[in-house]
């Protein structure tokens, strides 16, 4: 039995978590769950941002689907030093699960056209996944040195850096639509014509059935909101990749509908791009759709079940359709929106 571990979190963490397990639930009758910890909450449970209890859980863990941590820009969390504050145990947390590759879909759900700020005819159908080097890169290569009038950051990568993170993407476009784009700037940096030639024979030895090109990360800038739909799956390094997945991340509109994955040799962690939004915290409007998809994400690449992630996802797409939250200019509480997946879930596709 799967474990899954839940670290609701501040805010409209809890929320939008509890609608999440409720999915989760539904389609994976046999996973177990297991509470715990973390942030501001868990600061002010055990004076730690991330306490042991927490730790030792995550220690057999399948996955971890998280919901957010923070608080409002008054709050007394800000005020404490930096390794207590709820953000420093969202920094541990992924540091502790060493995931190498962050996945964001950017999709632009049916019927949701008008939030976005490309036209119509531009946001219909946009479906993308941004596969980002997590772990590697300039921001963390330790060859770096400000002195005097002089400053350098080092771009370092090796073949098995590569090659793990190459790897996810085309799993990933296996179940999607087949296609893979690459992004680099291998007319300039060495670093990405090694990037270029690993990602290359990857695909030539063991994703055969993939569709490969490569890009300049300057002209992806360009295309990705000049015309999205080109794209499937965009892999690429650290720091091409930050800014990429921000941008793209203005395409579908809203926040509340933005899901991730950061994916590692052990247990992933699923959690909404959202903040802690503490303007609606325990209000019952927070739009749960971010969080549900996670957990849809958690299935797919966490557990490998591919059938209920797409469960998830229609229903999704369904829900948001007829019962849209607050933020998408609808009606719809959590509750009601989680409702209706749940419903949307039992009904025939
Ligand atoms: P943090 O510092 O915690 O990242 P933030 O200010 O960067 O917070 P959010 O907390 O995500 O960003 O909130 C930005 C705005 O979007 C707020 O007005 C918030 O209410 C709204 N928002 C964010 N997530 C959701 C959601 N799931 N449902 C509805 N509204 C949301
Ligand atoms: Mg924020």
Wanted: aromatic letters at 6%; charged letters at 25%.
């Amino acid at each position: 039995m799967p474990k899954i571990v839940i670290l609701p979190g501040d805010g409209i963490g809890p929320e939008v978590t509890a609608a999440a397990v409720e999915v989760l639930r539904e389609v994976a009758p046999d996973v177990t769950f297991e509470e715990h910890a973390i942030g501001g909450g868990a600061y002010d449970q055990y004076g730690d941002p991330l306490p042991p209890i927490t730790r030792d859980a995550l220690a057999d863990a399948d996955a971890v689907l998280l919901g957010t941590v923070g608080g409002a820009h008054n709050s007394p969390w800000n005020l404490l030093p930096r390794p207590l504050r709820p953000e420093s145990g969202l920094l541990a947390l992924r540091k502790l699960l060493g995931c190498y590759a962050n996945l964001r879909p950017v999709r632009v759900q049916p019927g949701l056209e008008h939030l976005s700020p490309l036209k119509p005819e531009l946001a219909r159908g946009v479906d993308i996944l941004i596969v980002r080097e997590l772990l590697g890169g300039v921001y963390f290569d330790q060859d770096r040195k400000i002195e005097g009038d002089t400053a350098y950051n080092t771009m370092r990568y090796t073949t098995a850096e590569v090659e793990r993170v190459a790897k996810v993407a085309f799993w990933a476009a296996e179940q999607r639509r087949g296609r893979v784009t690459s992004v680099d700037k291998a007319n300039v940096l060495e670093v990405s014509e090694l990037w270029r030639r690993d990602v290359t024979a990857l695909r030539d030895r063991d994703y055969r059935n993939i569709h490969l090109n490569h890009e300049y990360v300057d002209s992806v800038a360009m295309l990705i909101v000049s015309d999205p739909s080109r794209y499937d799956v965009i892999v690429t390094e650290n720091l091409f990749g930050d800014i990429l997945s921000d941008l793209a991340a203005v395409i579908p509109g809203s926040l509340g509908l933005m899901p991730s994955a950061s994916l590692g040799d052990g247990a992933g962690l699923f959690e909404p791009i959202h903040g802690s939004a503490p303007d609606i915290a325990g209000k019952g409007i927070a739009n749960p759709a971010a969080a549900i998809m996670s957990a849809g994400m958690l299935l797919r690449h966490g557990l490998k079940r591919s059938d209920a992630a797409n469960q998830i996802d229609r229903a999704v797409a369904l829900a948001l359709r007829e019962h849209p939250t607050p933020d998408l200019g609808g009606k719809a509480d959590t509750k009601t929106f989680t409702r209706a997946v749940l419903n949307a879930m039992g009904s025939p596709s």
